[in-house]
């Protein structure tokens, strides 16, 4: 086996961002396009008993794992500066056990406490699917424990290997398991129970994955040594020693972490807060007369339209994380003046693209629809679904920039106003209007977190907004786009109803969209050539392929 690379420093870091990311990337990404065969192989109703839990899976995974992976590499990575092995070790220690109890409690309030969770929800068609993805649980946890160890020393290729193969093998036994239960003729419930057992199966495998890194790591065939200066002529003895004597070990180790990794973790709880509202909104308020498996199914036509919004979001998350390094620097540098260009870069370039998908989604719904799905039905919902995709790429980037400039906790103070508002709003539009109704919620929902987020960005990087770039040449873009998908709307309308034709249509109207609202930009001078440039790494060549193309004068 070939050793990790023994090299510190600015460049290691820049290479573990990138392996992180892409490793974000490909998970995020297999993760939003498995819910399409998982629609067609099983089902709306499969996808809407899916859809329901999955959240409430994820608010527990989080409780059990958010926060202390970070805790963990903080703690690592201080104790391997000045050479505290037996204290890594502590910290690796003491926060396997937390997270093992941690892990065990959760698994059993989601098997054991499945006919309550489903009596909450409304639905006893949530039980098999629940107690299935109980057991991953014990298992991601302890992965997690260890990934944080790995990126307190700056290794971040155990983590992404683990997440990626984990992700991999949780689709693959996903399928697998819909195959076989659809089969032999299982009830949705059940095969919604074999689509959520994939999660252990996969949390099993990144065990594994991680376990063999450890296993290498400890036997010394790929330690990490630091290279740049060693830890007694970086720090002299009694600083080391002081660090040693400070009585975290132990408990109070673990008090210490625990202070740390808390506030983290009930701020990501924010994330999944506005999906956990459907959850325990939806099954309830959607009953009517068609009972609990009508009820089901609704979901899952109102789920249809949620992973192409989330496609976007994945893109935005992507982009975003170049703004936070280069914010957090301009900040430590006190160019007020660089903040306020990044910011208002950043706002313009993901505004941009939040609309441009809006449009294009809602527009080219029905065909979207067939293409992925089958059928049509559903299609006016995720057209209303799709109005999402701007106010949650603002939301996004926004919550980066406050991030790069120091302000963590206010983005997921935002969301839970915003979870919030989705819940009260999903009481009052979901008995008139249906599915419709909850996606007008999450329309308003995020509108109203990203416009928190904006008004504090602007106030503290000191951006003042003008309309004619902010609303009126968007505004004008936006047109354009519309006409282009309208006409070829209208130009295919007399094409047979065929998934082909709408696989031609869908894919033609991107191709389209895209270059009617990128051709709108740059003719309205909606960014100029100073911004594109000032886009973190990408901006220069962007720059320079628009000129060669002749797209810019």
Not at 367 to 379: K, Q, R
Not at 497 to 517: D, I, M, Q
């Amino acid at each position: 086996m070939k050793e990790y690379n023994q090299q510190t420093g600015p460049s290691k870091l820049l290479k573990g961002a990138a392996v992180l990311s892409l490793a974000a990337i490909v998970t995020k990404l297999l993760g939003t396009l498995q819910k399409i065969p998982l629609q067609n192989i099983g089902g709306d109703g499969v996808f809407g008993i899916y859809n329901t839990v999955y959240p409430f899976y994820t608010i527990l995974l989080m409780l059990a794992t958010a926060g202390f992976p970070t805790a963990i590499s903080k703690f690592v990575a201080e104790r391997h500066a000045v050479g505290q092995e037996a204290g890594k070790r502590e910290v690796l220690r003491m926060a396997t056990i937390v997270m093992a109890i941690l892990g065990v409690a959760c698994s059993f309030l989601m098997y054991f406490g499945a006919p309550f969770l489903s009596r909450l929800i409304g639905s006893s068609q949530l039980i098999p699917a629940l107690r299935s993805s109980a057991p991953a649980l014990l298992f991601i946890p302890l992965s997690a424990a260890m990934r944080g160890y790995f990126q307190g020393l700056q290794d971040m290729m155990p983590t992404a290997v683990s997440q990626v193969i984990e992700q991999a093998v949780r689709v693959a036994v996903m399928i697998v398991l819909l195959v076989y239960l659809g089969g032999i003729g299982s009830s949705d419930d059940m095969i919604a129970g074999g689509a959520l057992a994939g999660s252990a199966a996969g949390g099993v495998a990144g065990l594994i994955v991680m376990l063999m890194y450890w296993r290498r790591y400890s036997r010394g065939e790929s330690k990490i040594q630091m290279v740049t200066v060693s830890p007694a002529e970086k720090y002299p003895k009694s600083t080391r020693e002081t660090s040693l004597d400070k009585g975290e070990r132990g408990w109070g180790l673990l008090r210490s972490m625990l202070r740390y990794a808390i506030p983290i973790c009930l701020a990501s709880l924010a994330v999944p807060l506005i999906s956990l509202v459907d959850t325990f909104t939806l099954p309830r308020l959607l009953r009517g007369s068609g009972g609990e498996i009508g009820a089901m199914i609704e979901v899952g036509i109102y789920n249809r339209g949620i992973p192409l919004v989330q496609l976007v979001t994945m893109i935005a998350t992507s982009l975003s994380v170049l703004f936070i390094p280069a914010l957090a620097e301009l900040k430590m540098r006190s160019d007020l003046e660089g903040i306020r260009r990044q910011s208002s870069v950043a706002l313009r370039w993901f505004w941009l693209i939040g609309l441009a998908s809006s449009i294009g989604l809602a527009m080219l719904a029905e065909p979207i629809n067939v293409m992925l799905y089958g059928d049509v039905a559903g299609s006016g919902t995720m057209a209303w679904v799709a109005w999402t995709a701007a106010p949650g790429a603002l939301v996004t980037v926004t919550a980066a920039l406050l991030q790069g400039l120091g302000y963590v906790r206010a983005p997921a103070l935002h969301l839970l106003t915003a979870a919030v508002l989705k819940l009260v709003l999903n009481m009052l539009l979901v008995p008139q209007l249906g599915p419709d109704g909850a996606a007008i919620a999450g329309i308003v929902a995020y509108a109203v977190a990203a416009a928190l987020n904006l008004a504090l960005l602007l106030r503290r990087a000191g951006i003042a907004l003008r309309v004619r770039d902010a609303l009126l040449r968007p505004a004008v873009a936006a047109l354009a786009l519309a006409a282009a998908l309208a006409l070829l709307r209208f130009a295919t309308a007399s094409l047979p109803h065929t998934r082909l034709a709408a696989v031609a249509e869908s894919l033609l109207g991107v191709l389209l969209g895209a270059a009617v609202f990128a051709a709108a930009v740059l003719r309205t001078r909606l960014l100029s050539e100073a911004e594109l440039s000032a886009l973190p790494r990408v901006g220069p060549k962007l720059l320079s392929a628009l000129r060669r193309l002749g797209l810019l004068r």
